[in-house]
């Protein structure tokens, strides 16, 4: 079925709701929530430039089969938001999601002058995508003894010198320059678009885009990403969830840089990073540990960024753990029925979410009983894998290869961890007051709300806040070496911010680290070749996900065990996994229905990637038809959004397409099972 079939637009929806439907009992609202630790001082009025710094440090695109496109976010704690309030372009296309960054200017003593702007900018970017060429993905290899990484070998070895594999298995999308105004507004000037070649020395090659500049009206950088497309040109059938020779897919990244003119005076930047990855399919619901999480623990570690002072304010590092926890429910039933396996309480009541905000003495006992629910990091012991399995978030971690071992489960970052033990030992301020209170600036609604001192850490916060900080095995967006200090320009100098992806400058893109990669070789280094856990170039970011990138985010979903229930699952937040369709929602709205028959729907879920295995009385239903499936479908699948009902806000799946048959372009006049 083609975008031609009718449908309510999500904003159609909030329309038709009534008035009544728009309660005030939702406890958890999405709120602006900056980090003040990455605050900037003023500069003086009168301040010369010294040095300009490129936002967000690391960005994030997400590729999509539509032209039309969506703002990445620039405000912590608020999600994208598409102009029409929809994240797919019909039924059967995904909006793609573009990065906009910006400069600043700072003084000699690191104060804030100002966000430059104007024509004098001149950007440049370098995009690849070098998976085909890389090594296939086993499990991290940063864990030790607790799970260890086991080595693996190069994808496509039947191309044996770095010659055959730079010409065949590497798409360079090379270097691009843009500046001025508004420049290939229209998207479609070649001198800004980025493509290489695939299967390059073979007489099947294949051309692959990946996606294009832009600037805005102020002259500000704008990266469009690829249209999320994989293919096999020799027609190579698919043998593995992350490894799959033969193929390519057009996630890409690399380096973001800029010459400033000021005056009479260019500055170079302090550069930046983007990487161009996969949907966010419930882009309102944040994961429960994010990548800014995980990569602001390594900085508080490693002494690169400091402890906020004590008491922690509720709002700012405790709101959005909880709130995480939360909008689980509508992505995995695990979490739905959470109550039933675990007492944690009614995270849906106003009430309780306000004996959480509570700090008092008395209410002491009733905190330490939902911390001891959280999953304790440090519990590394030979029995941690029972006492600390069923524990909040019930998701499966980094090593799951190893049963018995304690990272067979998902696992906080420790600095997270520590803000809930703070949490219960009183140690924070009560700031919430059902929505919020007036002393905690949380309400931006706009990036040009948020002061000029704490502009830039937002930029950077709110790119990585949606991305998820786990479990990498290899992960959703980007994976484990994102913890690991070796990856920032701050671990080689000290002057450089945090959160900045070191350059490299390897006479290549190609990397050629020996027939395995193991522990020693991806920290030391082969035969005089750099470490890939080191500075990165074009395409390297990105080489360690799976490939085609479908197929993981299709066989990660949820993983039956010997336990049946409750289901352990992955990446939920990102990649859901039973999901409110939008009929049961109209449904639970039809006022013709009883108040008995309208709460059904609405308490009932579906599978989200129902269809995606196969159709029809005979469908096999099986894993690799699956994963294999979502090569083709993964555009009609449906993306989870906030709306509202009767009994307050609810999260419901949208615009999944009805027709998810493979074979031919299906309509209801060709009969409901096809041939």
């Known amino acids: 079925m083609s975008d031609q079939k009718s449908f309510k637009s999500r904003r159609q929806f909030l329309g038709m709701a009534s008035s009544a439907a728009l309660i005030a009992g939702a406890p958890w609202p999405a709120r602006a929530n900056i980090n003040q630790q990455n605050a900037y001082a003023l500069a003086p009025p009168d301040a010369a430039v010294a040095k300009v710094r490129i936002y967000p440090a690391l960005g994030i695109c997400r590729v999509g089969g539509s032209e039309k496109w969506f703002f990445a976010p620039e405000v912590p704690g608020l999600p994208p938001m598409p102009s029409d309030g929809n994240f797919k372009d019909g039924l059967e296309k995904i909006k793609k999601q573009v990065q906009r960054f910006r400069v600043y200017a700072f003084d000699a003593n690191d104060d804030i002058i100002g966000e430059v702007t104007g024509e004098g900018i001149t950007w440049g970017v370098h995009l690849a995508n070098t998976k085909a060429n890389w090594y296939g993905f086993n499990n991290p290899l940063d864990n030790g003894d607790l799970a260890p990484g086991l080595p693996s070998q190069k994808r496509n070895q039947y191309f044996v010198t770095d010659q055959d594999r730079e010409e065949n298995l590497i798409i360079d999308g090379g270097a691009r320059q843009i500046s001025g105004l508004d420049t290939n507004l229209a998207g479609t000037d070649a001198a800004y678009q980025f493509a290489g070649t695939f299967w390059g020395g073979q007489s099947d090659a294949a051309a692959v885009g990946l996606g294009r500049l832009q600037t805005d009206d102020a002259g500000r950088l704008m990266v469009v990403p690829p249209d999320g497309v994989s293919n096999s040109p020799s027609g190579a059938a698919i043998t593995s969830f992350a490894d799959n020779n033969a193929w390519h897919d057009d996630w890409c990244d690399g380096p973001v840089t800029a010459n400033v003119k000021i005056g009479e005076e260019v500055f170079e930047a302090e550069p930046s990073w983007v990487a161009c990855v996969g949907p966010n399919f419930a882009p309102e619901i944040p994961p429960i540990t994010t990548l800014y999480d995980v990569i602001a623990d390594m900085n508080v570690q490693e002494g690169w960024s400091e402890l906020p002072e004590l008491p922690l304010s509720f709002m700012t590092y405790i709101y959005p753990t909880f709130r995480r926890l939360a909008l689980m429910e509508w992505v995995t039933q695990a979490a739905n029925l959470r109550q039933g396996w675990m007492a944690i309480g009614d995270l849906g009541d106003p009430e309780y979410v306000a004996q959480l905000a509570n700090p008092d003495p008395a209410n002491a006992a009733f905190r330490e009983q939902i911390f001891d629910l959280f999953r304790d990091p440090y519990n590394l012991s030979d029995t941690a894998y029972l006492e600390e399995r069923l524990k909040i978030p019930y998701m499966l971690g980094d090593g799951v290869n190893y049963d018995g071992s304690p990272l067979q489960w998902f696992q906080f970052p420790k600095l997270q961890y520590e803000y809930l033990r703070a949490w219960a030992a009183g140690q924070f301020v009560d700031d919430y007051d059902g929505q919020v209170a007036e002393d905690v600036v949380t309400d931006y609604q706009t990036f040009d709300d948020i002061p000029l001192e704490l502009q830039p850490g937002a930029l950077t916060q709110a790119a990585l806040e949606p991305c998820s900080g786990g479990a990498f095995h290899p992960g959703v967006e980007l994976t484990y070496y994102l913890r690991l200090k070796e990856m920032y320009a701050r671990n080689y100098d000290d002057t450089s911010e945090p959160f900045r992806i070191a350059h490299g400058d390897r006479a290549s893109l190609n990397q050629n680290l020996g027939r395995l990669l193991t522990p020693e070789v991806a920290f030391g280094g082969f035969d005089g070749t750099p470490p890939p856990i080191g500075p990165q170039m074009a395409g390297d970011l990105t080489r360690w996900m799976g490939l085609p990138w479908q197929c993981d985010a299709f066989s990660c979903q949820q993983v039956l065990m010997q336990q049946n229930y409750p289901t352990a699952v992955w990446w939920p937040a990102l990649l859901p996994i039973d999901v409110l369709p939008e009929p049961y929602y109209t449904a639970g709205l039809d006022e013709t229905l ?57 999260f419901v799946e949208m615009q999944h397409a009805d027709n998810m048959e493979t074979r031919f372009d299906w309509n209801p006049g060709q009969g409901m099972l096809p041939n």
Do not use: C, Q
């Open 594 to 650: 009883s108040e008995e028959e309208r709460e059904k729907f609405l308490a009932n879920r579906v599978n989200w990637s129902r269809g995606a295995a196969g159709i029809g009385y005979h469908a096999n239903g099986s894993y690799w038809d699956g994963i294999t499936n979502m090569i083709t479908v993964w555009e009609r699948m449906g993306f989870v959004v906030r709306m509202p009902s009767p009994r307050g806000d609810v």
